[in-house]
């Protein structure tokens, strides 16, 4: 059921990251996958852990034309700082996890960064972080969102 | 998809981030990835198509919600705009054949008419540091990477990545990209690089004294032998010369709508009817 709940989830997250919106609103878009593996990570880090960020992370590459390997690197950085996380951050009040989400996709973007400017052109500004910020403010609501279509492990 | 036995640790990251950087390493440098990209990209078509869906839905709706009267309006509008277009194709008919005559006098070789076909952008990068689209054909209708893009104003970009049942077109005005051109007026040759801005083309390497200004026409010089010679590409807005610098400083900006249109012309020439000297 779970395994279910997780490959929906993703299938969204890859259709909202790629949906074409305007422009003004592109800088606006949370990194859907990065909350996604996140929220799988911190509830099922024995079932969600590198490998399966790294081959979502391929996805997402081929998903948005991009360098393969460019967020599969990224993306499973991002999964080992959340499994060492995912004890903690269980516990935290939903402010608390924002911070966290935030510096996890944080992460995520810095090694994105790191790779496409070394291959290809990025975007020049503070907007580019600006996903970074949004994701994190959206965090509580995603995870009670995602939270419906399954039921709470016993912790 | 899910990993048995969970490699979480510095092990596991240590694969994971090592076979990352192969595949980056390989892409960027070789092509021996890009039979992987195409048989993946089975999996990103449909999410492609179904991202197009809810502009198409509009569109529906708009069409749905026109009423009688415009819909008359805008007929009669076209009627008369056929007739107009109508009528510059009959001095284009002569002219071309003129055309034709004169090249053969001259013994170079003839210019065909280009093979286009209408196709629609379904798709942006989402990437705003990057220019691309994605058009909804691919290897299924025979694309083939290089062949150029327009529209009704001028020339947009050119397809980079055929996938099987989409590709993906860069556009002019991608930092990544440059295409030559020249000048309209005196035939004199540059460079036009994507500006990273939609409305922005940058002419390099132009000398100081060079004889262009602003408003002048830029049209593609088939040099490169990529895209055909003579279509629009821009109008130089902007030329500005600093005694600091060594080579004058001019933007253009595209004559291609390249964030309005949604029908586009795909020409499928195969490099060789471009002048082929």
């Not at chain 2, 600091?244 to 253009?252: Q, Y």
Request: with cysteine; proline share 6%; hydrophobic share 50%.
């Amino acid at each position: 059921m779970r395994s279910w709940g997780f490959v929906l989830s993703l299938i969204a997250a890859y259709y909202f990251s790629v949906l074409p919106m305007p422009l003004w609103a592109e800088l606006w878009r949370p990194e859907w996958v990065a909350l996604v593996l996140i929220y799988w990570i911190f509830l099922l880090p024995h079932r969600v852990g590198i490998f399966t960020a790294w081959f979502v992370g391929l996805g997402l590459d081929v998903l948005k034309g991009v360098t393969l390997g460019q967020h599969a690197l990224s993306l499973s950085l991002l999964a080992f700082f959340a499994g060492l996380l995912h004890r903690r951050v269980r516990f935290f009040p939903a402010w608390q996890q924002a911070l966290v989400v935030m510096m996890l996709v944080g992460i995520h973007m810095v090694a994105v960064r790191v790779v496409q400017s070394s291959v290809s052109s990025v975007l020049e500004g503070v907007g580019y972080w600006l996903p970074c910020l949004v994701s994190a403010l959206i965090w509580p609501w995603f995870s009670v969102f995602l939270g419906f279509f399954h039921r709470k492990p016993s912790t | 998809m899910f990993a048995k036995r969970n490699a979480s640790g510095l092990p596991g990251l240590f694969v994971a981030m090592s076979l990352s950087l192969v595949f980056i390493f390989l892409d960027e440098k070789t092509t021996h990835l890009q039979p992987l990209r195409y048989a993946l990209a089975y999996f990103s078509a449909p999410f492609y198509f179904a991202g197009d869906l809810p502009s198409q839905a509009t569109q529906t709706l708009v069409d749905r919600l026109h009423s009688n009267d415009d819909l008359r309006e805008t007929n009669a509008q076209l009627q008369q705009q056929i007739l107009l277009l109508q009528l510059r194709v009959q001095k284009l008919a002569a002219m071309s054949a003129e055309n034709v005559r004169l090249r053969e006098l001259l013994s170079s070789s003839s210019r065909l008419d280009d093979r286009v076909t209408v196709v629609e952008i379904i798709g942006m990068d989402p990437d705003p540091a990057r220019h691309e689209v994605i058009i909804n054909q691919g290897a299924n209708k025979d694309v083939r990477p290089g062949m150029p893009v327009l529209d009704s104003e001028g020339l947009m970009g050119q397809v980079v990545v055929v996938e099987p049942y989409s590709s993906r077109v860069i556009l002019l005005t991608d930092p990544t990209h440059a295409i030559p051109v020249q000048v309209n007026r005196n035939g004199l040759r540059a460079i036009a690089v994507g500006g990273g801005r939609l409305d922005k083309l940058i002419l390099t390497h132009v000398p100081d004294t060079a004889d262009v200004v602003e408003g002048d026409l830029l049209v593609s010089s088939g040099l490169g032998q990529r895209f055909p010679e003579g279509y629009p590409v821009g109008v130089v807005s902007r030329v500005k010369h600093h005694p600091g610098l060594p080579f004058a400083l001019i933007e253009a900006k595209p004559s291609a709508r390249m964030n309005r249109s949604r029908h586009v012309l795909l020409l499928r020439n195969d490099n060789k009817n471009s002048d082929g000297k």
